[in-house]
């Protein structure tokens, strides 16, 4: 059984990059990083951090098929949202999101930052005459930034800390 798997799913890459930062953080060896997407089969972990690209203001239903089946395990999330500029949204995806989670698990919480939107979503706005949502656009184009990834580097480290003081 491993200490940690990260695992995620990307649709445009915003996550997955991520996801990479977020393996990266996480001590020792005895951890994996996969795409939910491979198909690949999944070792057991204590501690799982599960990371999705929000649409619609929750997870792809891969993402909460597998989080509804863990049980006995540590879970934390992330995630990366074109929108991810709100708070308060932030808030209501890791609340639909947690939802999925089994009451026998320990959730140790979630990081959401913002993503770049794909280049089909500002033809759309453009179309639409959108220019409120073209601003936003043009806001997330370089995220996740080096800010967001400190920020997922302060996720993983105040998650070690919550681990750590479950085993005392």
Request: glycine fraction near 10%.
């Given at each position: 059984m491993l200490d940690y798997l990260v695992l995620y799913q990307?649709?445009?890459?915003?996550?997955?990059r991520l996801a990479t930062r977020i393996f990266s953080a996480l001590p020792g060896n005895s951890k994996d990083i996969i795409d939910l997407a491979s198909g690949e089969r999944l070792p057991e972990a204590k501690v799982y951090f599960v990371g999705f690209g929000v649409y619609q203001g929750t997870c792809h239903i891969g993402v909460s098929d597998f989080l509804s089946q863990l049980s006995g395990k540590i879970i934390a999330l992330f995630?990366?949202?074109?929108?991810g500029d709100s708070n308060e949204y932030k808030k209501e995806v890791a609340a639909t999101t947690a939802a999925w989670i089994e009451d026998d698990n320990i959730y140790l919480g979630a990081y959401i930052c913002q993503g770049k939107f794909p280049q089909a979503v500002r033809k759309k706005c453009?179309?639409?005459h959108a220019e409120a949502l073209l601003s936003r656009f043009?806001?997330?184009?370089?995220?996740?930034?080096?800010?967001?990834?400190?920020?997922?580097?302060?996720?993983v480290a105040h998650s070690l800390k919550k681990i750590e003081g479950l085993r005392r």
């Open positions: 990307s649709r445009s890459g915003n996550t997955a995630a990366t949202c074109g929108l453009e179309e639409r043009d806001q997330a184009l370089t995220h996740p930034d080096e800010v967001d990834m400190q920020g997922a580097d302060e996720f």
